[in-house]
């Protein structure tokens, strides 16, 4: 059927079948030993700077102003429809902070602060009812209680409308502002309250390169000590979130396994009808997973979760290459693949017919390699380190499913083959997928049938499908958001799984969410920065961040307080939390402040000197200075970390731009920053990366298969029709993903690029053999009939193979995982269908057209 270079290595493999396994295994030896070439461990994503003012104005800070080292939790105690400020509720939480403070492992991690609620300022408060002096710091938590325990319910309301008035301008704890620790839809001056927070300050005591391990678990400790003392509690942190992440990733492939190991076998089973066959198979996938993990191990890459795609992608290849190289066998054996060749029998036979099938397979095999590792590779150029390692263990792994199934398996095949036919005398001549009479047959001849005598109506189907993609690919959501990776909870049906598959109760998503609607978030993704530079000394500056601050809606990223200000803290707010302190700061303040609103209205510059004096890390907080100039002042806003990292973005830049307008006039530069602001600029710069890549890719593979249709079959628009069915079935799966609200971000671009990486696979096999197949057929319809019976059936076995195996991921409590199977199950089938209907139809019209150019 094929001759030249492939039929030659095809023979050559034949042949020299045990030297080729001797071979392999040597070298799957050697590349595997770099697994125990040392543990390269774990890492994030990487970071990335884009050069834009955002990532410029995160480094000035960096450089000038101290970093919060700590690590940040939040606990929340609620009572829907009820009352967290009652004395029992508050006593229950200062006993609950004893407990953790005589707990060594949780002790451990706290910052001398520690931990502060709003049970901590009523306690304090009533440590110090009828003194004079107001408190500076809290008083053992022992004395909080005793002193709250002594009080009668009339006077602990008392002493909550006292500490709670708003008119009160009433510091109890230094910076401990009581609203900051009361939810959004509290009443100012109320003295009930259906939620309230608790801030868990904790020691980071990591090296850059590590977390910090000791806080994680003291805040899992504290979460379920909470449990105990609390209805309704829950902690929220970042060692909360990944014991939660990590036991769902569990708990899903937990579900996942047995389901996908059934599926996948059944699917190999009705396809191969052989257990021989499908353990070669699954041999010659250990051979690829071997040498990934050896790839890993020398060099050095460490493991991220973009990086669990790649096995997936391996094995999905490698049953697609199995598939290919045994149906091709078989249908040599049988006589189907080449009329004009009679092979021998015996082990001539095997041999005969595994370079017969090898060959006329292996030139679609090596494109597909070529391809589709360019396609995995052209990611090399992302700024992320991360996914430079995708790319280059993407294509690594391709190479080595092409030795596993381009070589070793038809060598081990022949051997394997040979043992059991001459010594056991079992036969191994058996039919191909899709070729023998049958459903699968009559159903791929049918599609063959429908495309070759409408080509035009399967095109317009196809367009009008692909139409609708594109046109739901524009409004597709592009933004990247930190829920959107949080652990859900199991669909109902799971609750019926047996004892050890059942999975746990996941309700990080619905805390977070409430969390991040209701209170102000402490931590780096519940803060964006608004960096001043300028003339920041002018009191326009001052009086501008009070208006933008007085000006945010709810509907903003921005949080409010419960009085319905925004959670802005700036120089403006720090001058009158320390004036409310500090009798003779506050006596400079009002010389200066003419229009009574405790802030200066002239002399700003001899104010902010007065607010480093009277407490410098308050000052330092919010302003910047050389020597005694000041260079920079900084606005710290709190915001809903359950919105996307570009929704955020956007709102602060709004609030900047806010900043500049009001002090119109005052050469001011208000530059939107912080981590949720720069991790959107980051975001959006990644997307456009990748979407470059793609890009890049296929023109890539059009060269490419243009060129080896040309050298090959002197066709050279072969290659572009081979092509097309890839960009359709992208179009299809970007238009799902609108449909099923999947977004398209750095995350789900990355995946989808299987769709072009297995897209190109099938496409490939099936364009080769239509051409291969028109050489010795008399008419187009006949090519396409072989084509479709032939490789269609191997499509068929290996689509319904890898989709199942992607498809049960679906099924997972992760989301990423869940995506994951989504989109990747999504591309296959789409694959598969507009290779098997389009492709043709293509074929059909560009031989009509050729043949009336030449009438």
């Known amino acids: 059927m094929n001759g030249g270079y492939s039929r030659r290595y095809a023979e050559w493999i034949a042949t020299h079948s045990r030297l080729v396994i001797v ?21 994030g994503v990487g970071e990335f700077e884009v050069d834009s003012e955002e990532f410029d104005a995160a480094d000035f800070i960096d450089a ?9 939790a939040q606990l929340v105690v609620r009572d829907e429809g009820g009352d967290v ?18 707990n060594p492992e949780v002790e451990s991690t706290l910052t001398e602060r520690g931990i502060v609620g709003i049970e901590n300022v009523v306690g304090t ?9 107001p408190p500076t710091a809290q008083p053992p938590l022992e004395r909080q209680r005793e002193a709250l325990a002594a009080l009668s319910e009339s006077e602990v309301e008392a002493l909550l409308a006292r500490v709670l008035d708003p008119d009160g301008a009433q510091q109890l704890l230094g910076d401990a502002d009581p609203y900051a620790l009361l939810p959004q839809g509290y009443e100012p ?8 927070l608790t801030f868990i300050s904790q020691v980071d005591d990591s090296s850059e390169t590590s977390e910090p391990l000791a806080a994680y678990d003291a805040q899992i400790a504290i979460d379920g000590l909470a449990d105990e003392y609390f209805a309704d509690a829950f902690v929220f942190g970042q060692g909360v979130r990944d014991e939660a992440s990590s036991n769902a990733t569990a708990d899903s492939f937990a579900i996942i396994t047995p389901f996908a190991l059934v599926l996948i076998l059944f699917v190999l089973g009705v396809s191969y009808r052989d257990v021989v066959d499908i353990l070669l198979a699954v041999l010659g996938i250990v051979v690829v997973l071997v040498w990934l993990q050896g790839l890993m191990g020398w060099l050095a890459v460490p493991m991220n979760v973009i990086l669990i795609a790649v096995p997936f992608l391996l094995i999905g290849l490698s049953i697609d290459y199995a598939v290919h190289v045994v149906m091709r066998y078989r249908e040599a054996r049988q006589g189907t693949l080449d009329v004009e060749t009679d092979l021998s029998t015996g082990d001539g036979a095997i041999r005969g017919a595994m370079g017969l099938g090898l060959g006329s397979v292996v030139l679609a095999l090596a494109a597909a390699t070529f391809s589709t590792g360019v396609g995995f590779l052209s990611n090399v150029v992302s700024p992320l380190p991360a996914i430079q390692d995708f790319a280059v263990l993407s294509s690594g792994g391709i190479f080595a499913t092409f030795v596993a199934f381009g070589a070793f398996l038809p060598a081990l095949k022949i051997e394997v083959d040979g043992l059991l036919e001459g010594r056991f005398g079992r036969s191994r001549d058996k039919p191909a997928f899709g070729t023998s009479s049958g459903a699968v047959k009559r159903a791929l001849g049918g599609v063959s049938a429908v495309a070759t005598r409408a080509p035009v109506a399967v ?6 499908l692909t139409t609708g993609g594109v046109v739901g690919a524009t409004s597709i959501d592009t933004e990247f958001n930190q829920a959107d990776f949080l652990p859900q909870d199991a669909p109902d049906w799971a609750e019926y799984l047996p004892g050890p598959f059942e999975p746990g109760t996941y309700t990080i998503t619905d805390d977070f969410e409430y969390l991040s609607a209701n209170f102000q978030i402490r931590g780096e993704g519940g803060q964006s920065t608004v960096l001043i530079r300028g003339d920041v000394t002018s009191p326009a500056m001052l009086a501008a961040a009070d208006q933008a601050s007085n000006a945010v809606t709810e509907a903003s990223a921005i949080q409010r307080r419960p009085d319905g200000v925004g959670a802005v803290d700036g120089p403006q707010t720090a001058i009158r939390e320390v004036a409310a302190e500090n009798a003779t700061f506050a006596a400079i303040v009002q010389q200066y402040d003419t229009d009574g609103d405790s802030l200066p209205d002239e002399n700003v510059g001899a104010v902010y000197a007065a607010l480093f004096e009277a407490n410098e890390e308050a000052a330092a907080e919010v302003l910047s200075r050389d020597g005694e100039e000041i260079t920079s002042a900084r606005l710290q806003l709190s915001v809903r970390s359950s919105e996307s990292t570009q929704r955020i973005a956007t709102d602060t830049r709004a609030f900047a731009d806010a900043v500049e307008s009001n002090a119109a006039g005052v050469s001011l530069r208000a530059v939107a920053t912080g981590p949720p602001v720069t991790e959107g600029v980051l975001q959006d710069a990644l997307l456009e990366t990748l979407v470059e890549a793609f890009v890049v890719t296929l023109v890539v593979i059009l060269v490419f298969l243009t060129a080896l249709f040309w050298v090959r079959y002197r066709s050279p628009t072969q290659g572009v029709v081979v092509v097309i069915p890839v960009v359709i079935a992208l179009a299809w799966l970007l238009g799902a993903m609108a449909l099923l ?16 990486g297995l897209g190109v696979d099938y496409s490939i096999h099936a364009g080769e053999r239509f051409v291969a197949e028109r050489e010795q057929r008399e008419t187009v319809e006949e090519a396409l009939q072989a084509t479709a019976t032939g490789t269609g059936g191997a499509l068929l076995a290996s689509a319904a193979t890898t ?6 991921l679906a099924l997972s409590l992760s989301p990423p995982l869940r995506r994951f199977g989504t989109v990747t199950g999504g591309a296959i089938i789409f694959a598969f269908v507009s290779v098997v209907t389009v492709l043709p139809a293509l074929f059909v019209l560009r031989e009509r057209l050729v043949d009336r150019l030449q009438s």
């Open 459 to 464: 095109l317009v189907v196809a367009l009008l």
């Open 85 to 102: 400020l009652t004395k029992d509720s508050l006593l229950a939480g200062l006993r609950l902070q004893e407990e953790l403070r005589d």
């Open 64 to 72: 000038n102003y101290a970093t919060d080292n700590t690590v940040a």
């Open 189 to 196: 001056g109320s003295t009930t309250a259906t939620a309230r």
């Open 125 to 133: 408060a009533a440590v110090y009812a009828g003194s004079d002096t």
């Open 803 to 808: 989709a199942s195996g992607f498809g049960v």
């Open 23 to 43: 071979a392999v295994v040597l070298v799957t030896v050697l590349v595997g030993a770099g697994a125990g070439m040392g543990d390269a461990g774990e890492a």
């Open 741 to 756: 609200d999947i977004p398209f971000n750095s995350e789900t671009a990355v995946i989808t690029s299987l769709a072009i």
